[in-house]
């Protein structure tokens, strides 16, 4: 079967930050989104070279490409008290809550200076001081488990709302719409953010999906939803924002739809054959978020000098991580039996 064209991510003006009457931002508040895009930017690409190096086992997905969405999305998150779940795609959404970039990498590699003692890797990790209930691999697992942690929120009745990140590829999953059916029929505070990245795995959402407007997933149980781009921080960030302040005051669930591109393949080990390269060139050529930021602050009169010294400091931050993690220790066998649910 021929395979059908493949969509980039949705088009949109590169100025939309800037238009009348759309999502604006404070200088500094594009130099803080800035800084933390670029963060996961440069971490993500050490990573896949430490992975190249055979200093981090297992399986690899990097974020690269996607940044605007969890930078965009942490901004309404009260840190520690609301709770953060993605699936095995995770490094950028923990460094966008908060983790050290410091423990992020030494988990990647399997040390025991990382987040989770260096027993998760890349796709398990967990921080509870930041409200980040973990990465998981199993797909859509996730979504279940953090619908759990909207109800744990009502029933306690603190005020927190769970951020639920799952992709196009789960989005198929008979999980998510039980999940959704209890989400709504008990008016749960849960924000699902699909990052719709337009692949899954490997197969384009048009082969994979009899309908691809997946922020209507949610129609047939009354969850409203609406699509953002996900290449654009600030439109994220207000369209999250909207949903926040619907859930906080007892109304419900929603569903944002984030069309978003990943530049690298699936994991580490994906050629990703299935979109050519001049698909890929024209998307970060026209549609990178850091870019878009950087457009923003040149309207904002940043200076280059402002801009060099972020770049600057991030380079340092993720060398230190680098450096920590490979002098960290590996866990002891010992560690085999901590942190169970039954002692040995």
């Not at 859930?247 to 299935?274: C, F, N, Q």
């Not at 085999?336 to 040995?344: K, Q, W």
């Amino acid at each position: 079967m021929a395979k059908a064209p493949a969509k980039p991510a949705q088009k949109a003006s590169a100025k939309s930050g800037s238009v009348p009457n759309g999502p604006t931002a404070t200088k500094e508040d594009l130099l803080r989104y800035y800084r933390e895009m670029v963060l996961i930017r440069r971490f993500e690409e050490r990573a896949g070279q430490l992975y190249g190096m055979g200093l981090i086992g297992g399986f690899c997905h990097l974020y690269i490409g996607q940044e605007a969405v969890a930078v965009g999305v942490q901004e309404s998150v009260k840190q520690g008290h609301d709770k953060i779940i993605t699936g095995y795609r995770d490094h950028g959404h923990m460094l966008a809550a908060g983790m050290d970039p410091k423990e992020v990498m030494a988990e990647l590699t399997g040390r025991i200076g990382g987040s989770s003692k260096g027993k998760g890797g890349s796709m398990h990790m967990f921080d509870v001081p930041t409200g980040f209930y973990g990465g998981h691999g199993i797909v859509g697992a996730q979504v279940a488990l953090g619908t759990g942690l909207a109800f744990a929120g009502k029933y306690r009745g603190d005020d927190s709302v769970a951020f639920v990140y799952f992709g196009d590829g789960a989005s198929n999953q008979g999980q998510v719409y039980e999940s959704f059916n209890m989400a709504q029929l008990w008016k749960l505070p849960a924000i699902y953010i699909i990052e719709n990245n337009q692949y899954a795995m490997g197969t384009s959402i048009e082969r994979s999906s009899s309908t691809t407007e997946l922020y209507m997933r949610g129609a047939s149980f009354g969850i409203p939803g609406e699509q953002v781009d996900g290449m654009d921080v600030l439109a994220v960030r207000d369209a999250v924002a909207k949903a926040v302040k619907r859930a906080r005051e007892g109304e419900g669930p929603y569903i944002l739809e984030v069309k978003t591109y990943r530049y690298r393949g699936h994991s580490m080990s994906d050629p990703a054959k299935y979109r050519t390269k001049e698909e890929v060139d024209e998307v970060k050529k026209t549609r990178d978020p850091i870019d878009h930021v950087k457009m923003l602050l040149e309207e904002a009169k940043a200076t280059e000098d402002e801009l060099k010294t972020i770049d600057a400091e991030i380079k340092a931050i993720v060398a230190e991580a680098v450096q920590f993690a490979q002098e960290s220790p590996e866990p002891d066998p010992s560690e085999l039996y901590t942190d169970v649910y039954v002692e040995a």
